[in-house]
């Protein structure tokens, strides 16, 4: 079989997700949240769907919720994106994500992207025939050297495509990086992709710096969020994309192809939540709880944790364990200790080396307790 993808094996979460569960354990690998989405959300899609609002949606999503969305950005980034031309609905960040690579992407285009790097950005970029350009963050401090940026910049760059708060590393961009961002946009013509799902996942009192913020980047950008992670409903797979009227038009003409619409009766109950900001405004609290709940308990173990800024994913360096490849180690935790975690190589295209597992940390805290008190008691192997 002449593969498209020779270099693609199973994505690394469904293989630590099944592992989990072929050996009983406590799953933090796969990043979701082990606790339901609010009851009124669940409501308002079983009205809807009892309403008779059960057929396809309009192919750029429903006009209430493109509205709510346009409001909700104008209020937190101050910049107004037109709901009728700059946003459409997706089945998901993936979707959003891999739709954007599709539309603009031509065969021999370069594409940079930052690594450790979340899976679906190197094989999208593959498989519409572009050239992906990995850039390694700094090994501990997981920052961009822009040095570097510029250093692979040429007449083939297309796209550079960035992520913050960023999985798995959950460090943020700070403003020098989107000052070194601006200087790069300004020099070059270059589409950027800002994946931002966790736009809401953020802690420290650290500020979200979305691209729709700075009209240098806004002008030239597809920015993607998605609702699984701001209302624990990883499972409903629905998200969207903003960008000016020209981009949009070009991402539409895949999106009618890639799925046309998404779930209608899901897209008016979003709507209905939307209107509860008090939800979105709280979850850095609530999830930077959890953050701190879990690295309290890890004080005494021998792993090192940098505390996570942004994400529901925290890194643990195992160096004085064991001398294991993280994916050994990972399997080792998953079999021998009871919890299963994700590796950093598979975020890497080269395979990397690192002393790194994640986490995720968006679990209640009896399944926080039970798993760190298993990651303590290990002695160096
Ligand atoms: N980007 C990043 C960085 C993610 O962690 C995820 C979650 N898996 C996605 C995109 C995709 O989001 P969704 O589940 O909405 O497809
Ligand atoms: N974003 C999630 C993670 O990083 C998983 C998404 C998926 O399973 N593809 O764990």
Redesign the pocket.
Known sequence: MNSKLPNSGTSIFAVMSAMAKENNAINLSQ?FPDFNCPDKLIEYVHDFMKGGFNQYAPMQGIPVLRKAISEKMEKLYGKYFNPEKEITITA????A?FTAISAFVHKGDEVILFEPA?D?YLPSVLLNGGIPIPIKLDEKKFTIDWENVRSVLTSKTKMIIL?TPH?PSGTVLQQNDIEELIKIVNDFDLILLS?E??EHIIFDDEEHLSFAKYEELASRSLI?F?F??TYHT?GW?M?YVLAPALLTNEFRKVHQFNVFCVNTPIQLAYAEMMKDEEHYLSLPKFYQQKRDYFIGLMKDSKFTLTPSKGTYFQLLEYSKLSNLSDMEFAKWLTREIGVAVIPLSPFYSNGTESKYIRICFAKSEEVLKAAAEKLSKIKPL
Request: charged share 15%; hydrophobic share 15%.
């Open positions: 990043g998901g960040g993936t979707q994500l979340y679906s992520n999985n994946d799902v966790y993607v998605s699984g992670k990883t797979k998200g």
